[in-house]
């Protein structure tokens, strides 16, 4: 018997990763997709929808699910960068925002990861919502590894 | 006087209370909305609850001058400890109100106070009608 791991685990395509936790749980809830992804990032889409706004007098997307868009984001391309889908946890995650979402336009989120240990991975992003070059926030992060011991 | 939660606190189900203090005192459901890896929270929506948390105490504190508004600069999120199949509470307290810029923390818990599970600093901008 080999002893070779689970291929589910170890074996990744980062697109069908990142289908698959798109569509998961809370990032699947707030209605993440997957776009596109290189060697070491990867970048997914927010559509704009009421029930995330955080501010009904003007029609402004809530914070939380740009946070939670980048926190997917960037984890997505930790499992590229590392080249297996294995568990990590947020340890940090630091978002400014340089403008308020346009209501009604997609936010596309494009995570780094650019620099991999064997505990902890660092990662970076911005955020927009139609121009990259007028992006809507930057966002700066660490994520600890819980396959370790 | 009740505050007014928008549409992205109704998303994640939180309910909002005074505690004895008089100070607000947010409670999130574990649900399929919120749920990260199995077993977790998301720590999108932890961050979620600490923003409604913070925004929500400093609209609360606003509430006297009608016509004010804020709107977030920076959110720093520590995680602490992983978020289980429950009940999750957040409070928050506001560091400092000046004329444009209001520092609050907001500290999120589960089953102990003291354990907390998540806090955020935001940096808000305030804007005075």
Known sequence: MPDAPPPSLQDLDPQIVGRLIAGLGHTGAIGTRYITHGDDWAELALDYRADLVGDPASGVLASGPIIALMDITTSLAVWIKRGAFLPHATLDLRIDYLRAATPGHSVVGRGECYRLTRRVAFVRGQAHDGDPTDPIAHVAGTFMMTDEA | ?129
Do not use: C
Not at chain 2, 19 to 45: C, E, N, S
Not at chain 2, 73 to 83: A, K, L, Q, S
Not at chain 2, 97 to 110: D, K, M, P, S, T
């Open chain 2, 1 to 129: 006087m009740t505050l007014e939660l928008p549409p992205y606190g109704d998303f994640l189900g939180i309910a909002v209370d005074r505690d004895a203090d008089g100070a607000l005192l947010f409670r999130m459901p574990f649900g399929d909305a919120v749920v990260g890896r199995p077993g977790f929270l998301h720590g999108g929506a932890i961050a979620g609850l600490l923003e409604i948390a913070a925004v929500g105490t400093l609209r609360d504190a606003l509430s006297v001058e009608p016509g004010a508004s804020v709107k977030p600069i920076t959110v720093t999120v520590d995680y602490m400890r992983g978020g289980r199949e429950r009940d999750t509470f957040a409070a928050a307290r506001i560091t400092r109100l000046g004329a444009r810029i209001a520092n609050v923390e907001a500290f999120a818990w589960q089953e102990d106070r003291d354990k907390r599970i998540a806090s955020a600093r935001m940096n808000l901008m305030v804007r005075r009608g």
